[in-house]
């Protein structure tokens, strides 16, 4: 038989249809179905594959929990994974089943489950174990072409926006009880927020008719009452199409809105809205899940839970199949009997687990009336057909089985609250025999569980739970009285599995539909050790898919239990972890995506740069020069070798103001700097500057830079571009907690000044040019000394300093006048052939000169001895941070690797950063025993000055091997480079060049 | 995410903090006269016990003020924030139960989420 329009009761509205495709073939729908209730109008009951074995599957549920019919949406930027169950249908919509090849009706996949026998539990594990080589090339893509779910995204932009809310309480949940704590808190001094994962309120009043009356309203009424008095109420808030996913520490939830549930996406605007919920006390009404019962191919299109099958029938007003065949072994499935009764379509057999005494009087009476067909103490044993439920055999008394044919089987196995937001807010849970399943216990935060979460099935009783709960709220006083169209016994018999014969390889009883997992794989995986619930799960994969189990995690618990011989509160949950529900990653990046995702930092010269060509890297947030093109064919190397060329010949500049600056001031600063700092301060001049390095506790260079001493109370620092805010944070650190006593103030002013460095034999020329009224002479103006002056309407401070070895400036001024002062630097500097470099220019001419770079010759386990920097070191000095380590046994070794220069004894040839430096001429091959190495390189530079390559490496005892021959390995091949140690300095050593 | 409350700026979300490890932990004067084991204790090593524990935090994205805190590491209880100049309040003020909700055992982690 076909499906039918319920005509009495629906809320979508038929007079709104609506055009969809689905593997495209064009259907109609209407305004309101999801693509689940569309299709099962439509008599598509064949929706999808499965994952490991391509069994074909139908619409097993109504709702979040589907395991099955998860579908791809092709016009929305090809998402995957979708929930059919959920997602609602719009003009023009696209859907494309997955995971199936060439179709759904005809996939060659589903050879998998002819050799089934091949992958049990675990098989990943155990199958896929050689021959060597195998996995990479043969059986990892194999797998992953027929194994999983959709395929990825295409030209996704994410534009989801996130939201802050704090409230006094959340309502999770606009069902009965949350709807009626709701009604009791409206126009009170609570701020309430309640969320909703469907597009309407209502939740089991809707799904069903469940409930008659309240306050002897008709149920519809109610509810559009209730909307009406939230709506003018003053304090509260819905939130609808919002799914919470997460209950994090401190009453903090994380909703998800679908702004355009229903609606087609227009990819201007965001779709997603990520609600962040602090709240003071948390209401979880979020209801109950169904669970099956496994059977032989209990996974057949046309087998549905019991409650989903009501639920399209109320909700969608579809009746998927005119005469099922219901199976339970409680009493909620009544309700779904007595509307198929009243919409006269009788169920072609009523089959119960429970003997006659459990389901009462009352409903073998209805059932005899109405001539169903019913059996008591009965089982289902399994179904039968070609890609659909054809045949159901109903097991009657032990041996007796009876065949009856019909195209749909509605399965309820019980009900479980939905302890999953409850567990993740670290409530303890405990195990209720009466209700056969587990139940929230003791909170851990202030969580208040309402109706059928709390395991109150008794709508009855609801009003009374509320009032009692919420008692210690100002909440109004306000009765709901609930008449029930039902029984309030609930009733149910324990049954996980029914007693079924294997009839083929096809004949197979599932635990986890998504994961395609059997209750077979369970058995197995307990008899090979697994019997702990945590291993047992990630061994078969059962309740790892994106449904997480929701209708089936307690039935494998159950399974395991009865294989135990334990009960089922002794073998315990898995742990419950959020999400929810799957949310899209872009939900959770928001706004910090693309440019956005990092901001980006860019200097004052930054135009100038760009009409200059140069080629920009990422320096932490900043974008500095990396080299500057002279013309568009010029490659890097060549514009290296001509900028470090033109620099030492003429005159280079480099803008450097990424370079981080500190302010340091107080009465204090001088004790604080010589505390922080290896460096002696007292005894240094004020207007002079001094080449500084900051340890940490373990005597590790941290950072390095200048420092500008003004007078003992006040100095300016600059550290590495990237470690500015460590050492500025570093310094609060110590001020606020080691010596609170210091009167010293420090501040950031990276950003308060724009640096240019200007080098070469010519800047002198070209400074006084610029600078006319300062006097550049060596003796007026010496190495390691400043000046702090007016210029251009502004304060400059002009310090002569040097990190290429050449005659050096650094200028510091406002950034509003940084491009003025640059262009006019080359205004002046053309006629000297100023040039400007980047970052690997600066690289390049530091290397030569023998200077290091804070990451680059270091890593955090190099001292200042390491580097031959005992100069450096105040030892004099009482304390300073570090200076304790200097001295441990470990760094005062002397087969420390330690900073050498190195060349390569043939000149010709180029030495790799990164490199190992060995003793041996070769690398045998294979490797069969460790090679001995004695260090790395860590920079290397064809140096156009000296026209060889020059490379410093950090190597054991490297200052005792001045002038011996080693080798470095090469990225070529085994053959090793042969080199000789030398002093790291390849430049002016003499430092004529830098103090005349 | 937990609610950190600032004794400067007031509730914030812990986003805006960073963990600074164990309090009261004084660098040593006089450091020159500590043996090598003494010194690398203060250097290297750190408590991070199951229970209460005694931790620095700073607003590093707020005030930048360092304060100490004392903190449950087991259920994220904070049972105390007090400025660095205030004393160290006593263990035996909280009640170290040592037993996150779920009822975890003192050593390790697994699955008791379910109430015996």
Known sequence: MSALDNKKCSYVKKNKKIAFTFDGKKYYGYKGDTIASALLRNNVRLVARSFKYHRPRGIYTCGIEEPNAIVQILNEHNEPNTRATVKQIYDGMKVDSQNRWPSLNLDIGSINNLLSPMFSAGFYYKTFMGPKGFWKRIYEPIIRRTAGLGKPPKEFRSKSIHQNHNVDIVIVGAGLSGLIAARKLIDTEYDVLILEQDSFIGGVLKNSNKVEKINNQEVNKWIKETERLIKTSTNIKILKNSLVTSYNFTNHLIALEDKFAGKAIDTSKSELTLHKIRTTHTILANGHIERFISFRNNDLPGVMLASSFEKYIHRYGVIPETNPVIFTNNSSTVTLLKSLVDLDHKPAAYVDARDKNKIGKKLLTYLKKNNIPFYTNAEIEGCDGNKKVETISIRKNKNKIIKVKSEMLCVSGGINPDIHLFTQSKGLVKWDDKLITFKPDVPFQNTITLGSVSGNYNYEKTNDEINNKLSFLKAKNIEFKIEINDTNNFNIKELWETQHEKKSNWSKSFIDLHNDVTTKDLKQAVVEGFDRIEHLKRFTTNSMGTDQGKISSINSLGIVSKILKKQISEVGTTTYRPPYAPLSFSAIAGRSTYEFYDPQRKTPIHNWHVDNKAVFEDVGQWKRPWYFKEHDAETMHQALQRESKQTRQTAGILDGSTLGKIEIKGKDALEFMNLMYTNPFTKMKPMTSRYALMLGEDGMIKDDGIVCKFNDKHFIATTTSGGAPKVLADMEEYLQTEWPHLQVYVNSITEQFTTFNISGPKSRDIMSKVFTEVDFSNENFPFMTFKVFNYMDTEVRIMRASFTGELGYEIYITPNHGLALWKRIFHHGNVFDLVPYGTETMHLLRAEKGYVVIGQETDGTVTPIDLNFNWMIGKKKKDFIGKRSLTRSDTAREDRKQLVGIIPLDKSEFIEEGQHVVERERIPDPIKTPVEYLGHVSSSYHSPNLNHCIAMAMIKGGNKLMGSKLFVSSSYGTKNIPVEVVSPVFIDPENKRLIS | ?116
């Open chain 2, 1 to 116: 995410m937990i609610l950190i409350n600032c004794p400067y700026c007031g509730e914030r979300d812990q986003s805006e903090f960073s963990n600074g490890g164990e309090a009261h932990v004084a660098r040593p004067e006089n450091s020159e006269n500590l043996n090598d084991k003494d010194w690398g204790q203060y250097v290297f090593y750190r408590d991070n016990p199951k229970g209460i524990f005694y931790e620095r935090w700073v607003h590093s994205h707020g005030c930048r003020k360092w304060f100490n805190a004392v903190r449950n590491t087991s259920t994220d209880e904070i049972l105390k924030i007090y400025k660095l100049d205030e004393k160290q309040p006593k263990l035996d003020r909280f009640t170290n139960t040592l037993k996150t909700p779920s009822g975890e055992p003192k050593v390790g982690s697994g699955n008791f989420t379910v109430k015996k």
